[in-house]
């Protein structure tokens, strides 16, 4: 278990080992709050050949975009024309602090705090 400051970059890395090449290999994460899947992430659009080797993935969640909570990720993979199959639930559990910043503020609701581009136009 972590605890995170809202303000900070949430790197989620992932390693693993192929024994053997394998065609096409995919790694996915999942992170959840209160048992509700927040989103699921690919480290590719597409599957990637890999040779025997060990390798690490690193996914970037930008600061502010997850509030004050706890987190739970869950990551699997897949090759060979996904054939092979593994997924682990609950690999690591993280809290994001309760701090509060300009332009990231408690009264805002929901879990996710996305930034999203708005327009006010006078009519």
Known sequence: ??????NEDV??????RVKKELKDVIVIISLFN???RLFTNRN???????VGASYKVI?????FTLRPATYTLSVGAWG???ILWAWGTDI?????????????YKSDEGI???KLTTERVLL
Not at 11 to 16: A, C, K, S, T
Not at 59 to 63: G, N, Q
């Open 1 to 6: 278990n972590a605890d995170l400051s809202p």
């Open 11 to 16: 790197d989620l890395e992932v390693f693993y």
């Open 34 to 36: 209160e048992g509700y």
């Open 44 to 50: 590719a659009a597409t599957e990637e050949p890999v």
């Open 59 to 63: 996914f970037k969640i930008k600061k």
């Open 80 to 82: 060979n024309n996904q």
């Open 92 to 104: 690591l559990n993280f809290k994001i602090e309760e701090t509060w910043y300009e332009d990231f």
């Open 112 to 114: 996710l705090n996305l």
